[in-house]
């Protein structure tokens, strides 16, 4: 069964809403294994709706529309859908009867506002809502169903999740099951991705592998259809294992799971501890880190030196090495990784030190030039990195690319 | 001219993603005044997004297409969008030689799949990229305007502002003229915002004024319509007149503008420095001050004390306190506010400490609890919170608290 969603709406066409209950929707309709193939959004207006349904209609087996069944003027769908369909508007007595006690509680009159609430076209299953008075509505159209909706995200989710759901499971494709796997990889660029995994890629294979780059890296996307949920895994599994084979140890999460969560699992695991000296990155991996509950048994301290004065009292970095190589450079970053390691007893320092930009850059350092330092039990290494983009994606990536760093040494530790 | 917009990609379809793109465009054409009537997503599928192209191009006079650019196989807009238009596709020369210099930098060599992004239909206008690879492409066909552009949130938005949105403006409506305005409120909770505003506030009205509570605060949106900008733009200035009267200094800022953006720009104007002790929030303050491109120039330095070690050590909070009063107390605050202050020689030492949650929360100091302090030449101050929320919430939420009494502070200031 194919499947399409129409949201309805004029705060969906003006920017004023982010459509989260499309992606809600797409979400659940692929965890059921039904095949979503069109979404389109429409503002209240009747004759614009009217179009789209009828569209709708003509291409997919399961149409779900949400938002406009409230009771003021420029809710439509309910009119509209039942147009179409040549369907009487008829009252909903048990929803009557829940509005009016709720009413009647507060000791306010049933409007014709509100009786509005209740009408639905003739025929309909309706699915009750628990949260709010607009309850959802199915109606069967031959081999279609038609699912209204209200466009009150917490009333959308409470319905999908208690009735609408077990309804849908009937129709999944037989011999059908779709299941998704995610990695994420980071030190490699999408078009080097694109051309290691080109036999893997392309339209209607099964698994659908697709990559996109983000500001944290590229994510991996593998979908399988399978005739039961074994072999579905079955045949992400084997796509899994080609591609961390031939990816190593660039792909840093199975899962959607971010660089910080894994690096705090390996210190974790290892029980190492960190402190970091952050100049480009200006806090945000120190940030990152402490996103992490817990992250307290392994975080000790940071500093986000600034100023050269701040590197050389906070981290007794030698005033005549920022002087003879600028702070912007590898030999000052060993100095503040390597401090900061010993100042705090940490098992792990990490520095970073750059020109984020927009301004800053010379010609022989430019903005997004990065030096990453780590210093460890076995000594310090530095890398040095030149990000392009806006101050933004350059301090996301340094930071990024700094916690790497303690990713890739925390798996030589782990597998010593 | 009427628009739309078709959203390309599966992980649309399938739930993965938010289309904040569709919410991103759909403002941007509010605010030129382009009526937008259908917002379309379908997944990387050439049939399908053939037919909702031509069908766009039946009912449109604009249509905007985003995604689908990029170097790999599952990126087919281009190619599509060339086959309705019987156009041939041709290498877009200045695109070639741009991604052939930026691979050259980096010691790489041009693949093919890295070809495939200089590739445009013929007869294109071209948008350049400042952030990323493949360009924005404009095609005419008849009275009809074509607009491709990248998926990439970060790439989309820099080709709008600087390069769409001008090219746009003259398709504006005529004697039709949309202004919005925002404000930006911290301090205040929206029940008490909506009862100040509700004489203000009203399905129909011209200005329309709307809530929204967003983490860092409440976002107050200004709508008005008006035959010229003039008339428009006064509709706005009266209304946002009343609300500042009424919210006084609980509005911190006017348009979309941050807190720590707000806060750079009267560090600068007074000419002051500011020194951080983060412990609650780990490094968020500094990460959100240093954000801001110029930072270098107020901000000093940042002491991210997490371990009681690193706030003896780095921040000379005496043992004894911390032992007496706890961590998270108001007594160690005024000390990381105060040192902080002292130790960097800033005009300015902001701390913060409390308990993120999710664990670590007792009876007499709940998950939530946040001390902040401030050290100023007229003394220090500290403040105490209960923040609600997830992990998440109760960091950002201390930050922007943090932020908004360095604001405080500064208003004062700027006001002696």
Known sequence: MSAEIITVGDELLTGEAVNTNAAYLAKKLQELGIDLCYQTSVGDDGLRLKKVFTQALSRSSIIVITGGLGPTKDDITKEVIAGVLERKMVVHKPTFMKIQNRLNKGRMNVTKSIQKVALCPEGAEILDNPVGTAPGIILTEGEKKIILMPGVPGELKSIVEQQLAPYL????????????????????????????????????????????????????????????????????????????????????????????????????????????????????????????????????????????????????????????????????????????????????????????????????????????????????????????????????????????????????????
Chains 1, 2 share one sequence.
């Open 169 to 416: 499971m009937r129709f999944r494709e037989k011999n059908y099951m779709v299941k998704q796997q995610i990695l994420k990889v980071w030190g490699l660029p999408e078009s080097k991705v694109g051309d290691l995994l080109e036999d893997l890629m392309g339209e209607s294979r099964n698994p659908l592998v697709g990559l996109r780059t983000k500001t944290d890296g590229i994510e991996i996307s593998i979908i399988a259809k399978g005739g039961s949920p074994t072999s579905a895994g079955r045949l992400i599994e084997r796509t899994e294992q080609k591609i961390k084979e031939r990816l190593g140890d660039c792909v840093y999460a199975t899962g959607d799971v971010s660089m910080e969560k894994v690096v705090g699992m390996l210190l974790s695991i290892n029980k190492k501890t960190i402190a970091i000296a952050e100049s480009i990155t200006g806090g945000l991996i120190s940030k990152k880190i402490t996103d992490i509950p817990g992250s307290s048994q392994y975080f000790l301290e940071a500093v986000v030196s600034y100023s050269n004065d701040s590197k050389i009292r906070n981290l007794k970095v030698p005033q005549e090495v920022i002087k003879k190589h600028g702070a912007v450079s590898a030999q000052v970053c060993k100095a503040m990784a390597t401090e900061i390691k010993s100042l705090s007893s940490a098992d792990i320092g990490l520095a970073t030190t750059g020109i984020a930009g927009p301004s800053g850059g010379t010609r022989t350092k430019p903005v997004g030039l990065t030096f990453i330092g780590l210093a460890t039990e076995n000594g310090y290494m530095v890398e040095n990195y030149r990000f392009v983009g806006t101050r933004l994606t350059i301090r996301t990536r340094a930071a990024q690319a700094g916690l790497d760093m303690v990713r890739r040494y925390l798996i030589g530790v782990s597998n010593r």
